[in-house]
């Protein structure tokens, strides 16, 4: 089982940009895709972006694509995730999670087996 911590959390201005990182331990981190969840207060936790093992493939929630971005260094065993345009409703904890179908980028919570503890992402208007 791989070990995912993240950070880079933190409280910033509408139409700013923020950098996420998640570094991951204990398996090969090329065996798995990677992936960004978020939970806004008083909602369900939802997809934000995914990516394949090679980079070769990534997805993205509709209400995040084309601000957000999400990459992977292999060589460091970590993957990131890029936020711009932030908006209020961005606000949210950001969850890392990693899911042995490497060669997709998976969009449900249930393909993924491995969770980060989350970082908080405050975005005021």
């Known amino acids: 089982q791989v070990q995912v911590v993240e950070s880079g959390g933190g409280l910033v201005q509408a139409g700013g940009s923020l950098n996420l990182s998640c570094a991951a331990s204990g398996r090969t981190f090329t065996s798995y895709a990677m992936g960004w969840f978020r939970q806004g207060p008083g909602k369900e936790r939802e997809f934000v972006a995914a990516?394949?093992?090679?980079?070769?493939?990534?997805n993205y929630g509709d209400s995040v694509r084309g601000r957000f971005s999400i990459s992977r260094d292999n060589a460091k065993n970590t993957v990131y995730l890029r936020m711009n345009d932030l908006m209020p409703e961005d606000t949210a904890a950001y969850y890392c999670a990693a899911s042995p179908l490497r060669f997709a980028a998976p969009m449900s919570r249930s393909d993924f087996t491995s969770w980060g503890q989350g970082t908080q992402v405050t975005v005021s208007s």
């Open positions: 990516m394949s093992w090679s980079g070769s493939f990534r």
